[in-house]
């Protein structure tokens, strides 16, 4: 049982553009949402969260979007660069434990 | 600033051995979790400790892996008799009081 799904596998932004990554969840219990951004052969390194009784946060250039009754959250990357270029997984917590998403592979383009 | 650190980096084994890893977690974060990683997936949790107790265990860690963090400090995962399908990223991960979760690099492991 997938509880949170990054429907894309993949994405293509031009630089200096808007990257939006999109994730879904089930669980209406998850109380916080965090992205986080992987390089091969490196662990996960933490982005931007948001908790589930807020629906923006932003820090620099990345803001996370939260839409409860969609059960949808979103990650703006403006401008884009080509240091972006990752893995971006999201995930959600609820007792302590983080639950992933598959991840969506951001290639930004020169 | 030293972060979650572990050791080895990567590990490679025959079928049937044993392996150890080991987790060095941010000083002051009294909470330590461990993950694992296959290709194409996200991070799955495997246990979570908070000082030296462990207060969960996931279902998919069988009874050939434990865990133990003797003194609240550094963690070990064991895993024993290992499979090709134990070949995965091992996770580390470590928290204080905010939600968000630090992780280490990881421990990349191969059984031929």
């Known amino acids: 049982d997938q509880q949170v799904k990054q429907n894309s596998p993949s994405l293509s932004v031009q630089e200096g553009r808007i990257s939006i990554l999109n994730c879904d969840y089930t669980?209406?219990?998850?109380?916080?949402f965090l992205w986080y951004k992987k390089y091969p052969a490196e662990g996960p390194t933490f982005l931007i969260s948001i908790s589930s009784i807020k629906d923006k946060n932003e820090d620099g250039r990345f803001t996370v979007f939260l839409n409860k009754s969609a059960k949808h959250l979103s990650l703006h990357i403006v401008p884009s660069q080509p240091g972006d270029s990752a893995v971006y997984f999201c995930a959600a917590t609820r007792a302590q434990k983080l639950v992933f998403g598959q991840g969506t592979r951001l290639t930004i383009n020169p | 600033d030293t972060g979650v650190s572990q050791d080895p980096r990567h590990k490679i084994t025959k079928r049937g051995q044993n392996v150890t890893f080991r987790c060095d977690p941010i000083?002051?974060?009294?909470?330590l979790y461990w993950y694992r990683q296959t290709l194409g997936q996200g991070p799955e949790f495997l246990t979570y400790f908070q000082n030296e107790a462990q207060l969960e265990k996931s279902r998919l860690l069988s009874d050939r892996f434990s865990a133990e963090r003797p003194k609240g400090s550094f963690s070990t995962l064991e895993i024993q008799r290992t499979e090709q399908g134990d070949s995965a990223m091992y996770l580390c991960a470590s928290r204080y009081r905010k939600e968000t979760q630090y992780f280490g690099p990881g421990t990349r492991l191969l059984v031929l």
């Open positions: 669980n209406s219990m998850f109380d916080y």
């Open positions: 000083s002051e974060h009294n909470r």
